[in-house]
């Protein structure tokens, strides 16, 4: 294969249409910058830092604009042990919205109470590339208040 003739090819071809955004596949482009999410960057640099174990699990916040989900992971098995969230059964029938701070310190109080079921008081708290603000502070503050250390 000529790498010259693909490389002029994909030129010609630029210049006639521009690329999709890249999604996994295709020609990249030589010095092409391909974007990523904003809080794609800040999850990546807090998740190099944060390791779970079997032990001291890491305990990841994930917020949407519905809802929010809190996991326990063992990240040297690359499993989840526990996870809680404003769609489980016990929560939803109590709260009305699940995207406001009260939801969110009941998610909080139910992972808490299921890792000191589990013997599990010591996590790494991962905030997802979110602000320790608002519903991910609410969250963490009530698993706090119900026991769990970090």
Do not use: M, W
């Not at 969110?104 to 599990?120: F, H, M, Q, T, Y």
């Amino acid at each position: 294969i000529d790498k010259q003739l693909v490389g002029q090819i994909a030129a010609n071809i630029k210049s006639v249409r521009p690329p999709e955004p890249y999604k996994g596949k295709g020609i990249r482009y030589a010095g092409e910058y391909v974007r990523r999410k904003v809080g794609k960057a800040v999850k990546s640099r807090i998740r190099a830092k944060l390791r779970g174990t079997a032990e001291r699990p890491r305990l990841s916040v994930f917020r949407s604009n519905e809802n929010i989900y809190a996991q326990l992971i063992d990240d040297i098995e690359g499993k989840t042990i526990l996870s809680s969230s404003t769609l489980d059964k016990d929560i939803k029938t109590i709260i009305k919205s699940g995207s406001n701070c009260d939801a969110s310190k009941l998610v909080g109080e139910s992972i808490a109470k299921k890792s000191l079921e589990n013997k599990i008081d010591k996590v790494l708290f991962d905030r997802g590339g979110r602000l320790y603000h608002g519903r991910v502070k609410a969250l963490a503050e009530a698993a706090r208040e119900q026991g769990l250390q970090f």
